[in-house]
């Protein structure tokens, strides 16, 4: 099921190497956040599908308001998160929770569940990189944002470690 959903990101994406490779990784991190912290079930189907489609409405905010800016991918994501997911046959309330994180995954303060602290968690870790935060940063967003011991665990040994 995941591999359609990755097939259908990849496709959607089309050219755009960049947002596919951020997606694939945020997809390996919360995957491995998941096994280290037991996560199973839905809750683990949700990281997993959040994670490969959280930032899909980028491209529908550019083409509409010329900007990738978070607001705008919050609001454009879920439909094509949405359309992706009942094409694939996912469940109504495991989408409807996808796309709930989807539009909410740039407001921190908006976290109300496992399943969104480590979608949240996963794409700090990628965008930490990506973005080329400081170490200080790093351990910033780790003290505010990151509940999880393997997100931790994870950002101290690649970010934090000497």
């Not at 947002?19 to 996560?39: M, P």
């Given at each position: 099921?995941?591999?359609?959903?990755?097939?259908?990101?990849?496709?959607?994406?089309?050219?755009?190497?960049?947002?596919?490779?951020?997606?694939?990784?945020?997809?390996?991190?919360?995957?491995?956040?998941?096994?280290?912290?037991?996560?199973?079930?839905?809750?683990?189907?949700?990281?997993?599908?959040?994670?490969?489609?959280?930032?899909?409405?980028?491209?529908?905010?550019?083409?509409?308001?010329?900007?990738?800016?978070?607001?705008?991918?919050?609001?454009?994501g879920?439909?094509?998160?949405?359309?992706?997911l009942?094409?694939?046959?996912?469940?109504?309330?495991?989408?409807?929770?996808?796309?709930?994180?989807?539009?909410?995954?740039?407001?921190?303060?908006?976290?109300?569940?496992?399943?969104?602290?480590?979608?949240?968690?996963?794409?700090?870790?990628?965008?930490?990189?990506?973005?080329g935060?400081?170490?200080?940063s790093?351990?910033?967003?780790?003290?505010?944002?990151?509940k999880?011991?393997?997100?931790?665990?994870?950002?101290?040994?690649?970010?934090?470690?000497?």
């Amino acid at each position: 099921m995941n591999n359609n959903v990755i097939t259908d990101m990849i496709l959607y994406f089309g050219d755009d190497a960049k947002r596919i490779n951020h997606a694939l990784k945020v997809y390996g991190f919360a995957k491995a956040i998941c096994e280290s912290e037991d996560v199973s079930g839905n809750e683990r189907e949700i990281i997993e599908l959040t994670a490969i489609l959280h930032d899909i409405g980028i491209r529908e905010a550019e083409r509409k308001y010329n900007s990738s800016a978070w607001n705008y991918q919050e609001t454009e994501g879920p439909p094509v998160a949405r359309e992706i997911l009942e094409k694939n046959g996912i469940a109504d309330k495991i989408t409807d929770r996808v796309c709930f994180i989807i539009g909410h995954h740039h407001r921190f303060d908006k976290i109300d569940g496992i399943d969104f602290q480590i979608l949240v968690e996963s794409d700090l870790l990628v965008n930490i990189f990506e973005h080329g935060s400081s170490k200080e940063s790093a351990e910033s967003v780790k003290n505010s944002v990151f509940k999880t011991q393997a997100g931790i665990k994870l950002l101290d040994s690649i970010y934090l470690s000497s």
